[in-house]
C-alpha cells in the first residue's frame, strides 16, 4: 500500500480538512495490512469516510475519533476492540489541510531528528527504486502513489458505470470516461475520474496516450467498432471489448478488410472480463477489474455475452 497523494488532494478540496488514519504496524492477525488507510472528515451528522483499514469496531473507533486521537495508537484487537482476529494494531492518525508540504515520491516524517533507521531507508530506497510502508519508532516512511496507468473507458451505460465505480478507488489509475452526452453519467462521478463528452467520441481516440488501457463497451455496435479500428491505428498498452463471439467474429473480418493483420486484431480482447461470473454489470466489473489488476489478458471463449 502507498500514500495516495492525489487522493488526499481531492479530498481536502472537496471537504476541507482531512484526516488520514493508517495502519503503520501490525503484530499477530490483523484485517489488514501496513500502509492501509482511510480517509475522514467532517458533517453536519458527525463523520463520513472513504477507505478501509479493515472495518468492525477499530475502523468505527478510528473514524469516529479521527479528529482527537493521538497520533500514534496501539491497539489490541482482542481486549480493546472484541475482534476475533487476536492481533495487535498501530494506526497512525494526521489531520491534513494541504498536501503542499507532502513529497512526491516517499513520505517520511516523525517528531525530532530523523532516525538513523529512517536514514537508511531511504538510502535503500533510492538504490533499488521502490520502499515498503513500515513504522520506524515514532517515523513513518510510506510511498507515494501517483496514478501511473492510463484507463480510458468508453461508454457510460450500466456496464461502465459498475466498472468505472469498481475500479475508480485504486489510486494508481487514471481514469478518463468517454461517452455521447452529459445524461448518460451518473449525477455526481467517482473521485478522480476525467469526464469527456463528444458527438464523435471515436474522434477522442487521437488523445489518448499510447500507453493507455481501453475498455470498449458503448451502446453502439457501429461505435464500438469504429474504436477498435481507431485503436488499433493509434497504439495502445491493452484494449477489451465487451462482446458475444459472433460480434467479434464479424469485427474480425471486417478489421481485416481495412488492413489491420491477425496478430494486430488479437491484441484485443473479447470478451473482456472473465465470462463465467455472469452478465450481470456488476459481475461483469469485478471480472474487468480482477484482469485490470492482475494485467492477466483473457482470450478463452466462456460463451455467448451481450455487447
Do not use: N
Not at 461483469?284 to 460463451?303: D, L, M, N
Amino acid at each position: 500500500m502507498s500514500f495516495g497523494r492525489d487522493t488526499l488532494s481531492a479530498a481536502i478540496a472537496r471537504h476541507g480538512r482531512v484526516a488520514r488514519v493508517v495502519v503503520a504496524d501490525v503484530q499477530g492477525s490483523a484485517p489488514r495490512e501496513v500502509g492501509a488507510s482511510m480517509l475522514v472528515w467532517q458533517t453536519s451528522k458527525g463523520f463520513a469516510q472513504s477507505g478501509t483499514i479493515g472495518g468492525g469496531t477499530l475502523e468505527f473507533e478510528a473514524a469516529k475519533h479521527a479528529f482527537s486521537a493521538p497520533r500514534l495508537q496501539r491497539l489490541p484487537l482482542g481486549p480493546a476492540m472484541g475482534q476475533c482476529c487476536g492481533g495487535t494494531v498501530t494506526l497512525l492518525t494526521e489531520v491534513f489541510e494541504s498536501v503542499a508540504a507532502i513529497p512526491e515520491e516517499i513520505f517520511a516524517r516523525g517528531p525530532g531528528d530523523m532516525p538513523f533507521s529512517v536514514k537508511k531507508a531511504l538510502s535503500k530506497a533510492r538504490a533499488q527504486g521502490f520502499i515498503t510502508p513500515k513504522l520506524h519508532g515514532d517515523w513513518m516512511v510510506e510511498p507515494i502513489t501517483r496514478a501511473t496507468r492510463p484507463i480510458w473507458v468508453w461508454g457510460a451505460g450500466h456496464v461502465g458505470r459498475a466498472i468505472v465505480a469498481t475500479l475508480a478507488p485504486l489510486p494508481e489509475l487514471a481514469i478518463t470516461w468517454v461517452d455521447t452526452s452529459a445524461e448518460r453519467f451518473p449525477e455526481t462521478l467517482p473521485k478522480g475520474v476525467t469526464q469527456l463528452i463528444a458527438d464523435k467520441p471515436e474522434a477522442l481516440m487521437d488523445y489518448a496516450p499510447p500507453e493507455a488501457e481501453h475498455l470498449i463497451l458503448t451502446y453502439s455496435h457501429a461505435l464500438d467498432f469504429e474504436l477498435c479500428h481507431r485503436v488499433l491505428s493509434h497504439g495502445f498498452a491493452f484494449a477489451g471489448l465487451i462482446g458475444s463471439r459472433t460480434k467479434w467474429a464479424r469485427f474480425r473480418g471486417r478489421l481485416r478488410d481495412l488492413g489491420h493483420t491477425d496478430a494486430q486484431i488479437a491484441r484485443i480482447c473479447c470478451p473482456i472480463g472473465q465470462p463465467e461470473l455472469g452478465k450481470h454489470p456488476q459481475a461483469i466489473a469485478v471480472g474487468v477489474a480482477a484482469q485490470v489488476i492482475s494485467g492477466r489478458k483473457i482470450t478463452e471463449s466462456y460463451g455467448e455475452r451481450t455487447g
